[in-house]
């Protein structure tokens, strides 16, 4: 399984954008690149995902490396609902395989 | 739509019994995957249906088991139980198309303490 490096922590302050980096140099060319996060004690909640090019949705923006080797994941205007373990899974079966991924703290 | 519901939500057991833990995903979806989330180990992967078929699995003995229903509906079992099976146990949902393509919907899990 191709694995991701994601700093331990990070620290923003609320309203502020945030970018959640994201390495993963063993990818494959058939690889998405999928971001999930975890709420304390909640499950896992779907972020965004890509394969090639850049993505927006509602919650969150996918910059995409050309040579797909890193990723970046842009929340716009950090809330303290924002605070969560932030996961960057390459899905190239129907499994995803978490690494320790990125805690983010929201300071108010 | 509701969203993924696994049943019950508290269990405990102890050394040596067996436990069956049931999942519901959205309804239209067809894929159904495990996972178990220790404090030590993080969230790893147990295993995959589609169509009733286990189609990946990861790195667990045999005694953690599953199946998948016509309905979709899943049902995880763990046999002789230790005190390391200890843990959340989440179950995903996805439309289970092209691998990668579609994202996973979580349950809230089943949280199994074994004594």
């Known amino acids: 399984d191709a694995k991701t490096t994601q700093p331990n922590s990070m620290e923003s302050n609320e309203e502020e954008p945030v970018h959640l980096p994201c390495n993963h140099s063993?990818?494959?060319?058939?690889?998405?690149i999928h971001w999930y996060r975890q709420l304390p004690s909640q499950g896992p909640e779907y972020v965004i995902h890509?394969?090639?090019s850049n993505v927006n949705n509602r919650m969150a923006s996918l910059a995409i490396a050309e040579d797909r080797k890193s990723s970046t994941l842009i929340l716009h205007r950090a809330t303290l609902r924002d605070a969560a373990v932030y996961y960057c899974?390459?899905?190239?079966?129907?499994?995803?395989?978490f690494g320790q991924g990125t805690r983010l703290t929201i300071n108010p | 739509k509701a969203g993924v519901t696994q049943t019950p939500r508290y269990l405990i057991k102890t050394r040596g019994q067996q436990v069956t833990l049931s999942c519901s995903p959205i309804?239209?979806?067809?894929?159904v995957s495990w996972y178990q989330q220790t404090p030590g180990q993080g969230l790893q992967f147990l295993f995959e249906?589609?169509?009733?078929?286990?189609?990946n699995k990861g790195n667990f003995p045999g005694r953690f088991s599953g199946r998948q229903f016509s309905n979709s509906r899943s049902e995880m079992n763990v046999s002789t139980l230790e005190l390391g099976d200890s843990a959340l146990y989440l179950c995903?949902?996805?439309?289970?198309?092209?691998?990668?393509?579609?994202?996973?919907?979580f349950g809230p899990g089943t949280r199994l303490t074994v004594t």
């Open positions: 995903a949902s996805s439309l289970g198309g092209l691998a990668g393509l579609y994202e996973q919907y």
């Open positions: 063993t990818i494959s060319g058939t690889d998405y």
């Open positions: 890509g394969l090639t």
């Open positions: 899974i390459l899905q190239g079966a129907q499994k995803l395989v």
């Open positions: 309804s239209g979806h067809r894929s």
């Open positions: 249906y589609f169509s009733e078929t286990q189609r």
